[in-house]
């Protein structure tokens, strides 16, 4: 049954008030297929399909929602039911929905809920927006070193079904401070006696609440963590970050790169329930189109002025064309090769530059070889259309166009090469260095050289009396 059915007989159910039919219903299904059976229905309806479910399963597919509707439905829901929710739902989770709710619904939800979950969701929801302690939960084993093996294992049984993991616990002294980490494997294949100080793991990775989730993120699969425990400034664990959310922050920071890259502004942050704790990216099928004409404008814009440089070239060269009107047809092709070239110059150094395989001070050692690759490039694309060159104006026009594109894709090359090295090197995005701009960066460039090659070969004026 796809989606769209189980959406329609929800509805038949809802009409009804058949909430019984509603639970037997979705019984065999997964949370996330739950929420995403029920992602058409009105945030209304949303809130009773939940209350229809019960709490714990309620909780489990309300975090599987996507942020803007999890937010509506927050709003459709009686305080008490939401409470409820809020309660079992994983700590980062509601600390995130909490950050997403009104101020109003905020200071009227917080008096009913437990003490420890009010200063919990307090905690987490104070990290400011794209540190690793935005997206931390509080739900993770501790154990002391002078537990036994068998002590280790008592306490992680008493306290699993409310842990996120305990796979990894993370040892601290009286202060909190994170002192080691010691595997569930280890506390049961150790002898009994052992003590924890003596077989946990010293040298733990870890990431300072302050620091970006993107290094979070990174740390956890440079080193295949399951999690990473999250410290403050005084060395104390605060949280951890599970595989699963370091998963999300990168398809959302990748999904963004591929944004910038194409020269698309996200606008996901202005819409509404924006989840500050982790980056909202805009979802193109639900978005609205005023949404989607946003995250397109500004590029295209900046970028018609930009091209006006283009046009001043051509113009510029006006005699040179007009005595050989044979070189106008081989201007797409010369420039589009150039935007090509940088283009995909500046895909690999952007991909370089965010995994980590290249970095800033490998720029001198990057433009030498990329020149050299640029210049081969240059030269087999040459001999690839010097022979229409001379069908369609002779030698001279064909030596022109063969030169040109040397130039133009070595020019191109090193332009999509070196703008994200600029841009790291200012602090900002490398993936700011979208295809649209640096191919309006190499058109202006490729309409120079081509036309001044011309002038110069073909011994033409440059500019029309």
Not at 84 to 112: C, G, H, I, Y
Not at 125 to 145: F, P, R
Request: aromatic share 6%; net charge negative; charged share 20%.
């Amino acid at each position: 049954m796809t989606n769209n059915h189980i959406a329609a007989a929800i509805r038949d159910f809802l009409n009804n008030n058949d909430t019984a039919s509603i639970k037997t219903a979705l019984a065999s299904l997964h949370p996330a297929d739950i929420a995403n059976a029920i992602g058409s229905l009105s945030p209304e309806e949303v809130a009773r399909v939940l209350a229809a479910l019960g709490v714990e399963t309620a909780a489990e597919v309300f975090g599987y929602l996507p942020a803007d509707m999890q937010a509506e439905t927050a709003l459709a829901m009686e305080r008490d039911a939401l409470a409820a929710l809020v309660t079992a739902m994983s700590p980062d989770e509601r600390a995130d929905l909490f950050n997403a709710l009104p101020k109003e619904l905020q200071d009227r939800l917080l008096p009913v809920l437990a003490r420890a979950d009010r200063e919990d969701i307090r905690k987490l929801s104070a990290y400011a927006e794209g540190t690793a302690g935005a997206i931390m939960t509080s739900d993770y084993a501790t154990l002391k070193a002078d537990l036994t093996t068998v002590e280790a294992i008592a306490k992680l049984r008493r306290e699993a079904p409310n842990k996120e993991t305990i796979y990894d616990s993370y040892v601290v002294d009286e202060d909190r401070r994170l002192i080691g980490v010691v595997s569930l494997r280890d506390l049961l294949t150790e002898p009994d006696e052992a003590l924890v100080g003596d077989i946990m793991v010293r040298e733990v990775i870890f990431v300072r609440a302050n620091e970006s989730q993107e290094e979070a993120a990174r740390k956890i699969a440079q080193y295949d963590l399951l999690a990473i425990p999250v410290i403050n400034g005084g060395d104390a664990l605060v949280g951890i970050i599970t595989a699963d959310d370091a998963m999300d922050v990168q398809v959302a920071e990748a999904t963004e790169d591929f944004y910038r890259a194409g020269g698309v502004q996200d606008v996901g942050s202005d819409q509404k329930g924006y989840v500050p704790g982790m980056k909202r990216i805009t979802n193109v099928r639900t978005a609205s189109t005023f949404v989607l004409y946003r995250m397109r404008i500004v590029w295209l814009v900046l970028l018609v002025f930009g091209n006006i440089f283009s046009g001043a070239g051509i113009a510029y060269f006006e005699d040179t064309i007009m005595a050989y009107v044979a070189l106008v047809f081989f201007l797409p092709l010369l420039i589009d090769s150039g935007g090509n070239a940088g283009s995909q110059a500046a895909t690999l150094m952007v991909r370089g530059l965010a995994v980590g395989d290249v970095k800033l001070s490998d720029w001198g050692k990057m433009i030498g070889r990329e020149s050299f690759v640029a210049l081969l490039l240059g030269i087999t694309m040459a001999i690839a259309v010097s022979a229409i060159g001379v069908v369609r104006g002779g030698p001279e026009v064909a030596l022109v166009v063969s030169l040109s594109m040397v130039v133009i894709v070595l020019v191109g090359s090193i332009i999509g090469m070196s703008l994200p090295f600029i841009l790291s090197r200012m602090k900002l995005d490398p993936a700011a260095a979208s295809a649209p701009l640096i191919t309006s960066i190499a058109d202006a460039a490729g309409v120079l050289i081509y036309f001044s090659i011309a002038t110069a070969l073909l011994d033409l004026p440059a500019a029309a009396a």
